[in-house]
């Protein structure tokens, strides 16, 4: 039997996608719910006697999207729906349940059910209570594919569990490991993804448009990073994050970090003739020594990789009051060396705001997608509440990537007077002893190769 029925390419991504947890998410109008419908069918039809369950919050929402697409979608010489038990029955022996969880609790009626793939529209409407509870109802013995397969806009109760769940751990559109033995993708779908209702309805992106800021980022760009108080608020993931490539021989290229025994974050960022900055590589972790973070650092740099400078906050500059060292001619023992940035952190924070400022042109600064950390966490800062040119210290967590991006980014912006141009760093004693050992000309030589003492 021809169906008859044409697919996005995003929907068919959705419908392909091998990971047990697959999540298609974005803009309101990206064809997600009826990707879904497609997929239960055609899951229906290649699976005889095959049993799916597919969610909404509550009834009425369930009635008038998923119910009605079924009806007007799937053909009625093999599809029977019964409007009293919500269930619909395939002449294969497969079925769908039509289910709904509008009070917490609900998700125990389902107990005792078996399903091969369970389906959540509207999936950050549900709790994460509820969605944990129902996934252990995907189970049985009969060898077809089980699948957890849901689709959602941004927004609503369930967006921090989602986002956590689905969109900050990997890239879009890879297949990443839950660390529960379950694998998991994120497909995101925009309007334009959706040419059938981009041509049924061309008003419809004027409507979405015309919204509130907030619902607008959310509905018309899929934007996940959607809160009251978000101190970067010019961060677009479409726009600021890019594909790792090569980078190529001859661009600047820098290390900043932050560091404290709570975490170590180190950003590698190379500089584009064309001004842009790609923070091309990163490494976070807790609980390191000095030791510890500076053999890390290292060992990530691969020989060849020449850095300019790595940046560090003052801080690393003051003295500790047992030992007389400071934290920075520590590092250098170990053989990192360091040039100090600012930590005037309004300043730094509106050099950040200026690297993604993206007024008349591409933004200024780009980030490989395979820097996890600093994706999640800069667009998570908060404004401060006392002082709202400045971001919030807590959670405290999610400041040190951003912290060390700062760094960077004043170094690289403010205007360098005449002295502060040539670069600066703290020179170990073998440093010195090379350079005390060097004609002028070495001397030259190493000055430019190591930068100016301090
Ligand atoms: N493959 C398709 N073929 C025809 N119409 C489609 C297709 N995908 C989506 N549509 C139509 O586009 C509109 C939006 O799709 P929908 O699935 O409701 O979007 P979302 O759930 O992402 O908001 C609906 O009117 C739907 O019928
Ligand atoms: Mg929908």
Same mark, same amino acid.
């Given at each position: 039997?021809?169906?008859?029925?044409?697919?996005?390419?995003?929907?068919?991504?959705?419908?392909?996608?091998?990971?047990?947890?697959?999540?298609?998410?974005?803009?309101?109008?990206?064809?997600?719910?009826?990707?879904?419908?497609?997929?239960?069918?055609?899951?229906?039809?290649?699976?005889?006697?095959?049993?799916?369950?597919?969610?909404?919050?509550?009834?009425?929402?369930?009635?008038?999207?998923?119910?009605?697409?079924?009806?007007?979608?799937?053909?009625?010489?093999?599809?029977?729906?019964?409007?009293?038990?919500?269930?619909?029955?395939?002449?294969?022996?497969?079925?769908?349940?039509?289910?709904?969880?509008?009070?917490?609790?609900?998700?125990?009626?389902?107990?005792?059910?078996?399903?091969?793939?369970?389906?959540?529209?509207?999936?950050?409407?549900?709790?994460?209570?509820?969605?944990?509870?129902?996934?252990?109802?995907?189970?049985?013995?009969?060898?077809?594919?089980?699948?957890?397969?849901?689709?959602?806009?941004?927004?609503?109760?369930?967006?921090?569990?989602?986002?956590?769940?689905?969109?900050?751990?990997?890239?879009?559109?890879?297949?990443?490991?839950?660390?529960?033995?379950?694998?998991?993708?994120?497909?995101?779908?925009?309007?334009?993804?959706?040419?059938?209702?981009?041509?049924?309805?061309?008003?419809?992106?004027?409507?979405?448009?015309?919204?509130?800021?907030?619902?607008?980022?959310?509905?018309?760009?899929?934007?996940?990073?959607?809160?009251?108080?978000?101190?970067?608020?010019?961060?677009?993931?479409?726009?600021?994050?890019?594909?790792?490539?090569?980078?190529?021989?001859?661009?600047?290229?820098?290390?900043?970090?932050?560091?404290?025994?709570?975490?170590?974050?180190?950003?590698?960022?190379?500089?584009?003739?064309?001004?842009?900055?790609?923070?091309?590589?990163?490494?976070?972790?807790?609980?390191?020594?000095?030791? +510890? #973070? %500076?053999? *890390?650092?290292? =060992?990530?740099?691969? /020989?060849?990789?020449?850095?300019?400078?790595?940046?560090?906050?003052?801080?690393?500059?003051?003295?500790s009051q047992e030992t007389g060292k400071t934290k920075a001619s520590l590092f250098s023992e170990f053989g990192v060396n360091f040039t100090k940035t600012s930590n005037d952190r309004e300043c730094g924070w509106l050099?950040?705001?200026?690297?993604?400022?993206?007024?008349?042109?591409?933004?200024?600064?780009?980030?490989?997608?395979?820097?996890?950390?600093?994706?999640?966490?800069?667009?998570?800062?908060?404004?401060?509440?006392?002082?709202?040119?400045?971001?919030?210290?807590?959670?405290?967590?999610?400041?040190?990537?951003?912290?060390?991006?700062?760094?960077?980014?004043?170094?690289?912006?403010?205007?360098?007077?005449?002295?502060?141009?040539?670069?600066?760093?703290?020179?170990?004693?073998?440093?010195?002893?090379?350079? +005390? #050992? %060097?004609? *002028?000309?070495? =001397?030259?030589?190493? /000055?430019?190769?190591?930068?100016?003492?301090?």
């Amino acid at each position: 039997m021809r169906l008859g029925l044409t697919v996005t390419k995003k929907q068919k991504l959705f419908i392909d996608a091998a990971a047990t947890e697959v999540l298609f998410g974005g803009a309101a109008g990206g064809g997600k719910s009826y990707g879904q419908m497609v997929d239960a069918l055609l899951f229906a039809l290649k699976y005889p006697k095959s049993k799916q369950l597919i969610l909404r919050r509550t009834f009425s929402e369930l009635d008038k999207s998923l119910i009605r697409t079924a009806q007007e979608l799937y053909p009625r010489e093999i599809f029977t729906f019964n409007s009293s038990s919500h269930v619909g029955r395939f002449k294969n022996g497969s079925c769908i349940d039509f289910g709904y969880c509008a009070a917490e609790g609900d998700v125990y009626q389902y107990q005792s059910a078996e399903y091969d793939v369970i389906r959540f529209d509207e999936l950050t409407h549900f709790t994460e209570m509820q969605y944990v509870y129902l996934i252990s109802r995907v189970r049985g013995v009969n060898g077809y594919p089980k699948q957890i397969k849901s689709s959602t806009n941004p927004g609503g109760v369930g967006h921090t569990w989602v986002k956590a769940r689905f969109v900050d751990p990997a890239p879009r559109g890879t297949v990443f490991s839950g660390g529960d033995g379950m694998s998991r993708i994120f497909i995101p779908s925009l309007l334009d993804d959706n040419a059938f209702l981009v041509r049924d309805d061309p008003d419809y992106r004027r409507r979405l448009e015309a919204l509130p800021e907030r619902e607008r980022r959310a509905l018309l760009l899929g934007d996940w990073n959607i809160f009251e108080g978000q101190y970067f608020d010019e961060w677009r993931e479409d726009v600021h994050t890019v594909d790792p490539f090569e980078i190529p021989e001859g661009w600047r290229r820098y290390r900043t970090l932050d560091y404290g025994l709570d975490r170590l974050a180190v950003l590698w960022i190379a500089i584009a003739p064309d001004g842009t900055s790609y923070v091309y590589r990163e490494f976070c972790q807790s609980n390191l020594a000095i030791s +510890r #973070a %500076a053999e *890390e650092i290292l =060992k990530r740099t691969p /020989k060849g990789e020449d850095i300019y400078a790595t940046l560090a906050p003052p801080d690393m500059w003051s003295r500790s009051q047992e030992t007389g060292k400071t934290k920075a001619s520590l590092f250098s023992e170990f053989g990192v060396n360091f040039t100090k940035t600012s930590n005037d952190r309004e300043c730094g924070w509106l050099a950040v705001k200026e690297l993604l400022a993206a007024r008349s042109g591409p933004p200024r600064l780009k980030v490989f997608k395979t820097c996890r950390e600093l994706i999640k966490c800069l667009p998570a800062l908060r404004i401060d509440k006392v002082r709202p040119t400045d971001c919030a210290t807590e959670p405290h967590e999610i400041t040190h990537a951003p912290d060390a991006l700062r760094g960077f980014a004043i170094f690289h912006t403010r205007p360098r007077t005449e002295e502060e141009a040539g670069r600066r760093c703290l020179w170990t004693p073998d440093m010195w002893e090379d350079y +005390r #050992a %060097a004609d *002028e000309a070495g =001397k030259k030589y190493l /000055k430019k190769k190591y930068g100016e003492p301090l």
